[in-house]
């Protein structure tokens, strides 16, 4: 079971017209598409996403992505909230998603539920962790990474035993108690400054301890401050941790989004899309393979079915049908391109702005999102000593320029550092 996510508000204005799980990632994929696809490559092909604030973009993705053949019980279905006669409200938080949607896998025979969050980045193989699981004889594990004291206070801390047990939990600790927290973890990770070991948000429940926890606390909505901290204290049930040493980012905020993108252009990034036993599975467009005329590119990202005429590209992921005209430079980048091609001659012509990106602009530290207009001779330069602002067209947060969806940015505007 996949959280399709809340309301999302540290990744606005990526957020106003989808959910988190949407937001498109890499230059043509979308974050849903990363547990998803994990589960696939694991084996594992019974899924549901949970979805339920601003979900059409990904409702239609999910749609128009995964489909399975007819002769075998795969499917990804999603669960949308709804409210009948025993459920009276919305989901009001990730247990309480799981525990309204439970009814919905009575059709099935199962023994475990593995619960995901839709917004992470990562490649795992599930199974290890299930057979693990298994062999610990466990009723709840929750894969676990190994995090600084910085990074502590932003998590759920585990401390366990010699069997990896977790026997205490606490909740976002502050930098105080942070002492009393410590874990023992391989040696490579104490020297990075890593002595504590954080949730990474994914649960696998037997499932008869699931239905009984949620009996059993009828109130409790949330897993990581509730529904988790109750298991561990319960004398019946068995906890532990499944240490996972891989890649790993919680894709939820601006910076580190933006962060994370940038370093798929790295000739080895962290979040490898070129290993062949665990691919990212996306939806399969049929478009042209991008056109580049004379442009410079380095440690670029470019997705199918552009134009680019650009001067240089540089650092930066460029997403599909992206149109780039000449004189334009671009460093350290977001553009997630368009939905739909356009005749540009004809609407230059009428004195509108196509979409894409016009010629002799400048861009950098900027994140361009979906179906922008930039006209010609346009600056857009983030800096970290900007201050946070927001207008009908744009977002500075974090040092970070983000054009909203559909943005129309005119002739020579100037947007950011423009010293």
């Known amino acids: ?29 979308r974050l849903i598409d990363i547990p998803i696809s994990n589960c696939i490559t694991s ?24 489909q399975f053949d007819h002769f075998t019980e795969s499917f990804v279905d999603i669960l949308a909230a709804e409210l009948t006669p025993s459920n009276k409200s919305w989901f009001q938080g990730t247990a309480d998603a799981v525990r309204q949607s439970m009814h919905r896998l009575s059709n099935y ?10 917004d992470q980045l990562y490649q795992m193989d599930y ?4 057979n693990a699981h298994i062999e610990k004889g466990a009723d709840v594990s929750i894969a676990t990474i190994p995090v600084t004291d910085r990074d502590a206070t932003a998590f759920g801390i585990m401390k366990v035993d010699n069997d990896r047990n977790i026997n205490h939990f606490i909740e976002k600790p502050s930098l105080d108690v942070l002492g009393d ?14 002595h504590y070991l954080a949730s990474m948000g994914i649960y696998l429940f037997n499932k008869d301890l699931l239905i009984k926890m949620f009996e059993a606390h009828p109130e409790e909505h949330d897993f990581g401050k509730q529904i988790i901290p109750a298991s561990i204290i319960s004398e019946k049930s068995k906890v532990v941790s499944f240490f996972y040493d891989g890649y790993w980012e919680d894709i939820g905020t601006i910076r580190s989004f933006f ?67 000449k004189g334009t430079r671009i460093y350290q980048s977001i553009v997630m391109g368009k939905d739909n091609y ?32 930039i006209g010609n001779d346009v600056k857009i330069v983030g800096d970290i000593s900007l201050d946070d602002v927001e207008t009908d067209q744009y977002c500075i947060v974090d040092g970070i320029v983000v054009l909203k969806k559909g943005a129309i940015i005119d002739d020579g505007t100037q947007i950011g550092k423009v010293d």
């Open 181 to 194: 927290w410590k874990s023992d973890v391989p040696e490579e990770y104490t020297a990075q400054g890593k």
């Open 127 to 130: 199974s290890n962790m299930i």
């Open 342 to 373: 356009q005749d540009v001659a004809m609407l230059r012509s009428h004195g509108e702005i196509p979409m894409g990106i016009g010629e002799n602009c400048f861009i950098k530290n900027a994140i361009i999102d979906i179906n922008c207009k």
């Open 1 to 29: 079971m996949i959280l399709g996510g809340g309301a999302g508000t540290r990744l606005y204005p990526l957020t106003a017209m989808r959910s988190k799980p949407a937001v498109p990632i890499g230059g043509k994929y």
């Open 43 to 66: 084996g594992y092909s019974r899924i549901f996403v949970l979805t339920q604030f601003n979900s059409a973009s990904l409702n239609r993705h999910i749609k128009n992505t995964y």
């Open 259 to 325: 962060e994370a993108n940038l370093d798929l252009t790295q000739p080895v990034p962290r979040f490898n899309l070129y290993v062949e036993d665990h691919p990212i599975y996306t939806r399969s467009r049929q478009l042209p393979p991008s056109k580049i005329i004379g442009t410079r590119c380095d440690r670029a990202s470019i997705a199918g079915g552009g134009v680019i005429n650009a001067e240089e590209i540089v650092e930066s992921v460029i997403g599909l049908r992206s149109r780039i005209d």
């Open 109 to 118: 025979e199962y023994e475990y539920v593995l619960i995901l969050s839709g």
